[in-house]
C-alpha cells in the first residue's frame, strides 16, 4: 500500500503562489505515473497535471499551462506543484493521486489506485 499526504494549500489572493507537495510512504513512487487532480464544489474532478516516473513526460490542463509545474523528486518520494498566478477558478480541493499503468493513461482517473485526502486550495478575487 501506498501512502500519499498532501500539503501546502491555503487562503491565497489572485495572483499569488502556492506550492503543493505531496510525500508518499509504504512504496517508491519512481514505478509510479503521477497525477494532482483537483474538484470544486459542484464540478467534476479534474486532472491538473501529471508526470511520468523520469519527469521526461508532463501533461497540464490547458487553463494551468504557464502557470503551474509538476516535478517530482523520486529520492524523496515526493511530487509538488508550484502554482503561480493563482485565479479565483483555481479555487478547489487537490489531490495527489499515484498511478502504476503506463505513461498512456494519465488521463483517467481510474488508473490511479492510490490517492491523497485531498488539501484546500481558495484564491480570493
Known amino acids: 500500500q501506498m501512502q500519499l499526504v498532501e500539503s501546502g494549500g491555503g487562503l491565497v489572493q489572485a495572483g499569488a503562489s502556492l506550492r503543493l507537495s505531496c510525500a508518499a510512504s509504504g512504496r517508491t513512487i519512481s514505478d509510479y505515473v503521477m497525477g494532482w487532480f483537483r474538484q470544486a464544489p459542484g464540478k467534476e474532478r479534474e486532472l491538473v497535471a501529471a508526470?511520468?516516473?523520469?519527469?521526461?513526460?508532463?501533461y497540464y490542463l490547458d487553463s494551468v499551462k504557464g502557470r503551474f509545474t509538476i516535478s517530482r523528486d523520486n529520492a524523496k518520494n515526493t511530487v509538488s506543484l508550484q502554482m503561480n498566478s493563482l485565479k479565483p477558478e483555481d479555487t478547489a480541493v487537490y489531490y495527489c493521486?499515484?498511478?502504476?499503468?503506463?505513461?498512456?493513461?494519465?488521463?483517467?482517473?481510474?488508473?490511479?489506485?492510490?490517492w491523497g485526502q485531498g488539501t484546500q486550495v481558495t484564491v480570493s478575487s
Open positions: 493521486a499515484a498511478n502504476r499503468n503506463s505513461w498512456w493513461t494519465f488521463r483517467s482517473d481510474a488508473y490511479y489506485s492510490y
Open positions: 508526470i511520468n516516473w523520469s519527469g521526461e513526460n508532463t
